[in-house]
C-alpha cells in the first residue's frame, strides 16, 4: 500500500496503478478523505460524486487483475469546472438559472479522458458565467489552500484550488482569457491553453477563443491529459482533423540553443508586483540554466489584441443569454449582469473590428517568432500576486490582470504557465511561455524540462 498516494502526480498514480502497486479504490478514497477534510474550508468543488467514482475504481482494479490493458489515465481522478458538461453530474456554471441541471451526455473532451480511464471525482468551483466572483453566486468563491485567507483567482478558480489541495489527480478547466493559466500560475501548477481548436469546444458554447484545458501538478501531467482530450470532432467546425500529436511520448527534449523571447518593453509597461517579477527573472535563469538563449524582442498589439478578446467574450456571452437575461433578470447575479449587458452594447461593427485585430495579431505574432527563430515568447501570466489585487475595480475592468494571457485566446497560440515563485501572501506566482500554432509540443517539452530541473511540483500547501 502507498502512503499518502493523493500528493503523487497524476504520472505517478497512473504507473503505479498499472503495476498493481496502487489500487484505483485506494487512490479514489485518498482524494474523498482529501476532499472531506479541505473542501468545507476551500468551497473548490461543487458537486462530489464519492460513490460513482469508487464504483469506476473498483471496475479499474478488476480490468487490471484480468490481464487487460489499461488506458493511459486509467484509476486517476479529475475535477472538472462546473462549466463542462460531464453525464449525470451537476452543469449549473454556478448559477441559479441551471441550479438543478444536469447533462445526458459528456463534453467530447470529457469522454476522451474518461475513454483513457479517467475518473471524474468532482465539478469544480467557478465564477457564475465566467465573471467576478460575489458571495452571492450560487456556491460562493474558493479559498487559495496556499493562503486559506485569500481568494482562488481565475473563473477557473475551483480547478486551480482543488488540485493544489491534492483533492483530485488533475484538473479540467476553460479558458477564455487566462482563466486557465491564471489559477495554474496563483497554485504552483501546470496549466496550458492549447492552439485553438486542437480540443473541440463541444459543450461550453461556441466561443471563437475560449479552449477547454488540463491542469497539472507537473508538465507531464498536463501533457497526458492534453493527449487524451485531443481529437476531431466533425460536430465542431473549428476542431483540427490533423494527427493527434503523440506529447507524452515525446515529451523529454535537448532544449539547449532554443531561443526565447522576452518582451521587455511591453513587460517594463505593466504594472507588475515584485514578487512577480523576481520570480519571472528566476524562471528564465533556470531557461539559461537549461542552455536556452533568452533574446530581447520587440512586441505589438497586445493591448489591442487584449481588448479584442474580452470584446468578443462579451458578445458571445450576450449573444448566448439575450433571452433568458430578459425573463429571468433577477435570477442572474448582480456581476453577470454587469458582464452580460456589456455586450448588449457592443454592435455588430464593434465584433467585426475585433476580428480584423484578432486576424491581424494571430499573422503578426507567428511571423515574429519566425522572423526570430523562436521557440516561444517568455512573460510572466500575471502581472498580480494575489486574486484581491487582480480584482481591483479599475484593473478587473480594463483586463489588467490578463494582460500578458488573453492577447493569445483571440490569436489561437498556444500557451502554458509553469510555477515560478511565492509572493509575500505566500501565494504562488507564474511564468508563461507561448509559441507558435500547433506547435504545443514544444511548450510542453520546455516546460518538463523546467519542470524537472526545478523543485516546483514536490511543493504542497500546509493546510
Same mark, same amino acid.
Given at each position: 500500500?502507498?502512503?499518502?498516494?493523493?500528493?503523487?502526480?497524476?504520472?505517478?498514480?497512473?504507473?503505479?496503478?498499472?503495476? &498493481?502497486?496502487?489500487?484505483?479504490?485506494?487512490?479514489?478514497?485518498?482524494?474523498?478523505?482529501?476532499?472531506?477534510?479541505?473542501?468545507?474550508?476551500?468551497?473548490?468543488?461543487?458537486?462530489?460524486?464519492?460513490?460513482?467514482?469508487?464504483?469506476?475504481?473498483?471496475?479499474? =482494479?478488476?480490468?487490471?487483475?484480468?490481464?487487460?490493458?489499461?488506458?493511459?489515465?486509467?484509476?486517476?481522478?479529475?475535477?472538472?469546472?462546473?462549466?463542462?458538461?460531464?453525464? &449525470?453530474?451537476?452543469?449549473?456554471?454556478?448559477?441559479?438559472?441551471?441550479?438543478?441541471?444536469?447533462?445526458? =451526455?459528456?463534453?467530447? %473532451?470529457?469522454?476522451?479522458?474518461?475513454?483513457? $480511464?479517467?475518473?471524474?471525482?468532482?465539478?469544480?468551483?467557478?465564477?457564475? /458565467? /465566467?465573471?467576478?466572483?460575489?458571495?452571492?453566486?450560487?456556491?460562493?468563491?474558493?479559498?487559495?489552500?496556499?493562503?486559506?485567507?485569500?481568494?482562488? #483567482?481565475?473563473? %477557473? %478558480?475551483?480547478?486551480?484550488?482543488?488540485?493544489?489541495?491534492? *483533492? %483530485?489527480?488533475?484538473?479540467?478547466?476553460?479558458?477564455?482569457?487566462?482563466?486557465?493559466?491564471?489559477?495554474? &500560475?496563483?497554485?504552483?501548477?501546470?496549466?496550458?491553453?492549447?492552439?485553438? $481548436?486542437?480540443?473541440?469546444?463541444?459543450?461550453?458554447?461556441?466561443?471563437?477563443?475560449?479552449?477547454?484545458?488540463?491542469?497539472?501538478?507537473?508538465?507531464?501531467?498536463?501533457? *497526458? *491529459?492534453?493527449?487524451?482530450?485531443?481529437?476531431?470532432?466533425?460536430?465542431?467546425?473549428?476542431?483540427?482533423?490533423?494527427?493527434?500529436?503523440?506529447?507524452?511520448?515525446?515529451?523529454?527534449?535537448?532544449?539547449?540553443?532554443?531561443?526565447? $523571447? #522576452?518582451?521587455?518593453?511591453?513587460?517594463?509597461?505593466?504594472?507588475?508586483?515584485?514578487?512577480? *517579477?523576481?520570480?519571472?527573472?528566476? /524562471?528564465?535563469?533556470?531557461?539559461?540554466?537549461?542552455?536556452?538563449?533568452?533574446?530581447?524582442?520587440?512586441?505589438?498589439?497586445?493591448?489591442?489584441?487584449?481588448?479584442?478578446?474580452?470584446?468578443?467574450?462579451?458578445?458571445?456571452?450576450?449573444?448566448?443569454?439575450?433571452?433568458?437575461?430578459?425573463?429571468?433578470?433577477?435570477?442572474?447575479?448582480?456581476?453577470?449582469?454587469?458582464?452580460?449587458?456589456?455586450?448588449?452594447?457592443?454592435?455588430?461593427?464593434?465584433?467585426?473590428?475585433?476580428?480584423? #485585430?484578432?486576424?491581424?495579431?494571430?499573422?503578426?505574432?507567428?511571423?515574429?517568432?519566425?522572423?526570430?527563430?523562436?521557440?516561444?515568447?517568455?512573460?510572466?501570466?500575471?502581472?498580480?500576486?494575489?486574486?484581491?489585487?487582480?480584482?481591483?475595480?479599475?484593473?478587473?475592468?480594463?483586463?489588467?490582470?490578463?494582460?500578458?494571457?488573453?492577447? /493569445?485566446?483571440?490569436?489561437?497560440?498556444?500557451?502554458?504557465?509553469?510555477?515560478?515563485?511565492?509572493?509575500?501572501?505566500?501565494?504562488? #506566482?507564474?511564468?508563461?511561455?507561448?509559441?507558435?500554432?500547433?506547435?504545443?509540443?514544444?511548450?510542453?517539452?520546455?516546460?518538463?524540462?523546467?519542470?524537472?530541473?526545478?523543485?516546483?511540483?514536490?511543493?504542497?500547501?500546509?493546510?
Amino acid at each position: 500500500m502507498v502512503a499518502n498516494p493523493h500528493l503523487l502526480s497524476l504520472s505517478e498514480q497512473a504507473r503505479l496503478i498499472r503495476e &498493481g502497486s496502487l489500487t484505483a479504490v485506494e487512490l479514489v478514497q485518498s482524494h474523498i478523505d482529501q476532499i472531506s477534510k479541505l473542501n468545507p474550508r476551500l468551497n473548490s468543488l461543487i458537486a462530489v460524486d464519492s460513490e460513482g467514482a469508487l464504483k469506476e475504481a473498483a471496475e479499474v =482494479d478488476t480490468a487490471r487483475e484480468r490481464g487487460e490493458k489499461l488506458g493511459p489515465l486509467a484509476g486517476v481522478t479529475l475535477g472538472v469546472k462546473d462549466a463542462v458538461p460531464v453525464k &449525470g453530474m451537476a452543469w449549473t456554471i454556478n448559477s441559479r438559472l441551471f441550479e438543478d441541471r444536469a447533462p445526458d =451526455d459528456d463534453a467530447p %473532451s470529457i469522454a476522451r479522458l474518461k475513454e483513457a $480511464g479517467a475518473i471524474v471525482i468532482g465539478k469544480a468551483n467557478l465564477n457564475e /458565467f /465566467f465573471s467576478k466572483p460575489t458571495e452571492a453566486d450560487l456556491n460562493p468563491p474558493p479559498w487559495n489552500p496556499w493562503n486559506p485567507e485569500r481568494m482562488s #483567482v481565475g473563473s %477557473s %478558480s475551483g480547478s486551480g484550488a482543488a488540485l493544489a489541495a491534492r *483533492m %483530485s489527480s488533475g484538473t479540467i478547466g476553460v479558458d477564455g482569457g487566462g482563466s486557465v493559466r491564471l489559477p495554474a &500560475g496563483a497554485h504552483n501548477l501546470y496549466g496550458i491553453k492549447p492552439t485553438h $481548436g486542437l480540443v473541440s469546444r463541444i459543450g461550453v458554447g461556441r466561443s471563437e477563443h475560449s479552449e477547454i484545458c488540463p491542469l497539472g501538478i507537473t508538465a507531464l501531467d498536463t501533457a *497526458m *491529459m492534453l493527449e487524451a482530450m485531443v481529437g476531431h470532432e466533425p460536430a465542431d467546425d473549428l476542431s483540427w482533423p490533423g494527427e493527434i500529436p503523440a506529447y507524452t511520448a515525446n515529451i523529454e527534449a535537448d532544449v539547449a540553443s532554443w531561443r526565447i $523571447g #522576452v518582451p521587455r518593453a511591453f513587460i517594463d509597461s505593466t504594472p507588475n508586483e515584485p514578487e512577480v *517579477m523576481e520570480g519571472f527573472e528566476k /524562471f528564465l535563469n533556470k531557461l539559461k540554466e537549461l542552455g536556452c538563449e533568452i533574446v530581447d524582442i520587440e512586441i505589438q498589439g497586445m493591448a489591442e489584441a487584449r481588448a479584442a478578446t474580452f470584446l468578443t467574450l462579451f458578445s458571445n456571452s450576450y449573444q448566448r443569454h439575450q433571452k433568458t437575461v430578459k425573463t429571468d433578470w433577477d435570477t442572474y447575479g448582480d456581476q453577470s449582469r454587469v458582464n452580460l449587458l456589456q455586450g448588449a452594447f457592443l454592435s455588430s461593427t464593434d465584433l467585426i473590428n475585433a476580428g480584423d #485585430v484578432g486576424r491581424a495579431f494571430k499573422k503578426y505574432f507567428s511571423n515574429l517568432l519566425k522572423e526570430h527563430k523562436l521557440k516561444g515568447i517568455a512573460t510572466p501570466t500575471s502581472p498580480f500576486a494575489t486574486a484581491e489585487r487582480s480584482r481591483r475595480r479599475g484593473e478587473h475592468s480594463r483586463g489588467v490582470n490578463a494582460c500578458y494571457t488573453a492577447p /493569445f485566446n483571440i490569436s489561437g497560440h498556444p500557451s502554458i504557465s509553469v510555477p515560478a515563485g511565492f509572493g509575500e501572501a505566500g501565494i504562488p #506566482v507564474g511564468a508563461m511561455l507561448t509559441g507558435e500554432l500547433h506547435d504545443d509540443l514544444s511548450l510542453l517539452q520546455l516546460a518538463h524540462a523546467y519542470d524537472q530541473a526545478t523543485n516546483w511540483n514536490t511543493l504542497t500547501p500546509e493546510i
